[in-house]
C-alpha cells in the first residue's frame, strides 16, 4: 500500500476549499475548512468627540473565519444598551 498525504505546514484562509485525490481508478474529495479564533483588526480609540448634528461613523474591524458579527452597546452605568 502507497500513502499520499495532503499537506498544508501553514494553513491559511487561502487553503479552504475542495481538494480531490485523484487515481487511475477513481477519486475521492473533501471540503477543508478553517478557523481562526476572532478578534479587532485594528484597536478602536479610547475617546472620540464630534460636534451636535454632525455626521459620525466609528468602523468595528474584525478579522476570523468564519467572520464575526458585531454590534455595538452603549454602556450606561452598569448597563449595556443595544444599538
Known amino acids: 500500500?502507497?500513502?499520499h498525504q495532503l499537506v498544508l505546514t501553514r494553513a491559511t484562509a487561502r487553503n479552504i476549499g475542495t481538494?480531490?485525490?485523484?487515481?487511475?481508478?477513481?477519486?475521492?474529495?473533501i471540503y477543508v475548512e478553517m478557523y481562526a479564533p476572532p478578534s479587532l483588526?485594528?484597536?478602536l480609540p479610547s475617546e472620540v468627540?464630534?460636534?451636535?448634528?454632525e455626521f459620525f461613523q466609528?468602523?468595528?474591524?474584525?478579522?476570523g473565519h468564519p467572520l464575526p458579527?458585531?454590534?455595538?452597546?452603549?454602556k450606561t452605568g452598569n448597563e449595556n444598551?443595544?444599538?
Open 1 to 3: 500500500m502507497t500513502i
Open 19 to 29: 481538494y480531490q485525490c485523484i487515481t487511475p481508478f477513481g477519486s475521492a474529495q
Open 41 to 43: 483588526s485594528e484597536p
Open 49 to 53: 468627540h464630534f460636534q451636535e448634528d
Open 58 to 63: 466609528l468602523p468595528c474591524l474584525t478579522i
Open 69 to 74: 458579527s458585531v454590534h455595538w452597546e452603549k
Open 81 to 83: 444598551i443595544r444599538t
